[in-house]
């Protein structure tokens, strides 16, 4: 059974940065292709980033430029580096995996950008 556990959110003012990190406990996270979103309260979630298991990168318009998205599949890790965070960017960020057709999410960390 896969268990996601994200970790680095907090409080950071606009033009701050903040790495997350999201622990992969579980088989296959090489395999796994590797995604983040985020959701504000009454709003639906959006994706920001995704890897692939080959390393290929996708980023929403919102945040290209900004955020970076890696894994290391030696500590069954992905990361997601958030740079030049505006306000906008506050939200609760949600790691998955997506494995074939499994499926499976952390339960978000908290980003608030603020001043």
């Known amino acids: 059974q896969v268990q996601l556990v994200e970790s680095g959110g907090g409080l950071v003012q606009p033009g701050g940065s903040l790495r997350l990190s999201c622990a992969f406990s579980?088989?296959?996270?090489?395999?796994?292709?590797m995604n983040w979103y985020r959701q504000a309260p009454g709003k639906e979630r959006e994706l920001v980033a995704t890897?692939?298991?080959?390393?290929?990168?996708n980023y929403a318009d919102s945040v290209k430029g900004r955020f970076t998205i890696s894994r290391d599949n030696t500590k069954n890790s992905d990361y997601l580096q958030m740079n030049s965070l505006k306000p906008e960017d506050t939200d609760v960020y949600y790691c998955?995996?997506?494995?074939?057709?499994?499926?499976?999410w952390g339960k978000g960390t908290q980003v608030t950008v603020s001043s």
């Open positions: 579980g088989l296959f996270f090489s395999g796994s292709h």
């Open positions: 890897i692939n298991t080959g390393a290929s990168t």
């Open positions: 998955k995996a997506v494995r074939g057709t499994a499926n499976d």
